[in-house]
């Protein structure tokens, strides 16, 4: 279990929190980072870049994964001490530039299956765009077209879009898009009856849209591999 209570597993939107200081470490580089008990702070993983923000009087500018031994914060300014509650607040347009992104890229992955069988293979969440690589037979500008206004109508349409805990057992019941990368308890991501994968990352929650997002899907790269 990690040290490090992931607050961003339940809720997306929390935005800042109270925690106390469990460790502080000296990373190769010189810069100081700050272990918690809890923390609402995404970190690098799952092709999402890390959330930014304050720990007291500090800046956050990284955050890592370190499993078991929790979350990472990279901090620079005032450190604070071992045992110090501490206020945390996630730069909010960082983390809704991110997770309207993660929730757009599992719409238009799902698009590429349903209607190619095509799985993605990667995906990158950039500071302004994500990149898909997804593994499509005759990757034609006309496909490719067909699944972004496939995304796009799910996104216009306004589905719900819901987070849930599951068990091994129960997952293996379930009619996942892609094969969960890791054993045991799974988080699931629930887009209206229409997608439903495994995954760790903040994503977009409630029946709020993502039209904001949709215009951007037009940006998607194009996958050089081809798998039939
Ligand atoms: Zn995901």
């Known amino acids: ?3 490090t209570e992931r607050l961003y597993y339940q809720d997306s939107r929390l935005l800042e929190f109270d925690a106390r200081v ?11 980072a700050v272990t918690l008990d809890r923390t609402a702070f995404y970190p690098t993983g799952g092709g999402q870049p890390a959330d930014t923000g304050m720990l007291g009087d500090a800046r956050v500018v990284d955050c890592i994964d370190a499993e078991d031994e929790g979350v990472l914060h990279v901090i620079q300014g005032p450190a604070p001490e071992i045992g110090d509650r501490v206020h945390g607040t996630i730069d909010w347009l960082r983390r809704l530039d991110h997770l309207q992104q993660h929730t757009g890229q599992h719409i238009l992955s799902a698009a590429f299956v ?11 969440v950039l500071e302004h765009e994500c990149e898909i690589d997804v593994a499509l037979v005759e990757p034609t500008d006309e496909r490719i077209e067909q699944a972004v206004d496939r995304a ?4 216009w349409q306004g589905r719900p879009i819901s987070i849930r805990l599951v068990t091994a057992e129960e997952a293996a019941t379930l009619p996942f898009r892609k094969e969960p990368a890791r054993a045991g308890d799974l988080r699931l991501i629930e887009i209206g009856d229409f997608d439903l994968t495994p995954c760790g990352g903040t994503q977009r929650t409630g029946s709020d849209s993502l039209h904001g997002w949709s215009s951007r899907a037009r940006r998607l790269s194009q996958s050089k591999s081809n798998r039939s």
């Open 1 to 3: 279990m990690s040290a």
């Open 22 to 32: 469990i460790g502080l470490s000296e990373l190769d580089d010189g810069q100081i």
């Open 114 to 124: 349903q209607l190619f069988d095509a799985p993605t293979l990667s995906f990158r």
């Open 152 to 155: 796009n109508q799910i996104i």
